[in-house]
């Protein structure tokens, strides 16, 4: 099991990492929502346990508002010292899937992380991606935008299935030589310049609105909302 952990107390932190990594798991760390956004949006983890309050007075719920509607899906476990039923619930509703209160078993919080892994294990993955009139499937590897059929090279399309697994969201060219291109470097290319533009004219070129976009200083996103 790949988990992310975004909590900001050290001493917590190490307990928790410890006790996943000796129990088998993969763990990622990160000590602000800032990186937490980051981690979860950029990387594929089957769990997520997020602190309710974290650095600058971040409440992890406000976090995982921003990852739902990012379109990251991961379940998400709380960890909270606010034990009020009316705290559960609004964890709840603000797109947790679990909830703990501190202190905690370690023995019950690795349960429930084994709990939340298999439901979405049994829950069969999208065999589609749909963005605005955007439409990939992605078992026949077809791409279509309204009744237009848009012929992609393997790169191409890996791009665009990124770009569309995170609409609605800036994806960064880290984010791109990492996942797209699986470099944990900057290749000091235009590789990304040259996929982006030709990308662009596969599923822009004719249509009245845009769906690929640049956001200057940040990266690309691919939307159909105006902004």
């Known amino acids: 099991m ?12 190490k307990f928790i990492v410890k006790g996943l990594q000796e129990a088998g798991h993969t763990v990622d760390h990160a000590d602000n929502g800032r990186d937490g956004i980051f981690l979860a949006a950029s990387s594929a983890f089957d769990v997520i ?12 719920l406000a976090i ?14 709380i960890l909270s010292a606010l034990s009020d039923v009316d705290e559960r619930i609004k964890g709840l509703q603000s797109g947790g899937d679990d909830y703990l209160t501190k202190p905690f078993a370690f023995g019950e919080l690795l ?3 084994d709990a939340l892994a ?13 963005v605005g009139d955007l439409h990939m499937d992605l078992l026949s590897r077809k791409v279509t935008r309204g009744q237009r059929n848009i012929l992609l090279q393997p790169r191409e399309f890996k791009l665009l299935e990124y770009l569309m697994r995170h609409a609605g969201q800036v ?7 990492e996942n797209v291109w699986e470099y944990h470097f900057d290749p000091q290319t235009n590789v990304i310049d040259v996929h982006i533009s030709k990308l662009r004219q ?10 690929l976009r640049t956001v200057r200083n940040a990266g690309y996103m691919l939307t159909a909302h105006d902004e």
């Open 2 to 13: 790949k988990v992310l952990l975004v909590e900001d107390n050290e001493r917590v932190a």
């Open 49 to 60: 346990i997020m602190d309710r309050m974290l650095p600058d007075n971040v409440d992890g």
């Open 64 to 77: 995982i508002g921003t990852l739902r509607s990012a379109g990251v899906r991961t379940p998400i476990l």
């Open 111 to 113: 349960a429930r992380l």
């Open 118 to 130: 298999r439901r979405t294990q049994s829950n069969p993955k999208a065999t589609s991606l749909d």
């Open 171 to 177: 994806v960064t060219r880290t984010m791109m030589i």
């Open 202 to 211: 596969r599923i822009d070129s004719d249509f009245e609105r845009p769906l």
